[in-house]
């Protein structure tokens, strides 16, 4: 592992109360530094699994709206006992940063820019993919005009949609990765699709638990995609399913978050427990 930016990463450390970890990584998953305290096999699970969740992440820009300018902001992922957040730190390179549930968020968020900016030119790292290569080519309008059916639509999910301005749409899908239902104006194809790419951020995002922080019975919440143009929502829902939701950018997203949580219970009232979702 390069070592060489370590010292750097301290600085959140040292200086934001409750912050735990922070690791450099390139967009191929390759470790640049890390803090101390992290087990070097640790610090390469946590590189792959953020770019790869990262690399999922872009390809699912579509999903928050047609918007040219499609360029991701910042993950992040809360758990019952911690915080993870992932944000770019140059070309080809990428900053996680793990805290404990009571971080002041904007003290955490203020430290990784100032530190990426610090960094500056020490991340040349050529990127894997591209913005809009990672994106797939451009994509119509993801609500087309008719792509829902009775018997695929959520009429709770819709309900939802529709009360909160700026909400788009949502996607209830199982632990398997395919698709239970979705809000009116979906294709299939496109909620396959994002079913499939939500799974695997899922599986990511569990994957960072222990970089929040090593408790028993560790539970992930969810996960949170903020591009410039919208926001991406992937949380809990039951003990075999997954609920992925979009907004603008200048949606309520408390509101909307609150509202989804709410519709949860009758969305899944009659699912058969098994394998959760939520346990790391």
């Given amino acids: 592992m390069t070592a060489d ?3 750097m990463l301290e ?9 735990r970890h922070a ?16 087990a070097e096999k640790d610090v390469r699970t946590i590189s792959a699994a953020m770019a790869g969740m990262q690399s999922l992440s872009r390809a699912t820009a579509h999903f928050a709206g047609p918007d040219e300018d499609r360029q991701w902001n910042q993950t992040i992922i809360e758990f019952s006992h911690g915080w993870s957040f992932l944000i770019g730190a140059g070309q080809g390179s990428y900053l996680a940063a793990a805290a404990a549930p009571d971080v002041d968020m904007q003290q955490i968020s203020f430290r990784m820019h100032r530190l990426v900016a610090r960094l500056g030119t020490n991340l040349t790292s050529p990127p894997r993919v591209s913005a809009e290569d990672a994106a797939g080519t451009r994509r119509s309008d993801p609500r087309p005009q008719g792509a829902g059916d009775s018997g695929f639509v959520l ?3 819709d309900q939802v949609v529709s009360r909160v301005e700026g909400a788009l749409h949502a996607v209830l899908l199982g632990s398997d990765g395919l698709p239970r239902g979705a809000t009116d104006g979906m ?7 994002i079913s499939a790419a939500m799974t695997g951020i899922h599986a990511y995002s569990r994957v960072t638990s222990q970089f929040a922080g090593v408790v028993e019975d560790a539970e992930w919440r969810q996960t949170v995609i903020e591009f410039q143009h919208g926001w991406i929502f992937l949380m809990a829902a039951g003990p ?6 979009a907004a603008e950018h200048d949606c309520d997203i408390e509101e909307f978050t609150m509202r989804l ?4 219970p009758r969305l899944t009232a009659g699912a058969t427990p098994g394998k959760g979702t939520g346990r790391v």
């Fill in 5 to 7: 930016l370590s010292w």
């Fill in 11 to 19: 600085d959140i450390v040292h200086n934001v109360p409750r912050a």
């Fill in 23 to 38: 690791v450099l990584l390139s967009a191929d998953g390759l470790p640049r530094g890390a803090t101390e305290g992290l």
């Fill in 155 to 157: 009429r709770e999910l």
């Fill in 187 to 193: 294709s299939r194809d496109l909620a396959d699709t």
């Fill in 240 to 245: 075999d399913a997954l609920l992925a939701a």
């Fill in 261 to 264: 949580h709410e519709v949860v």
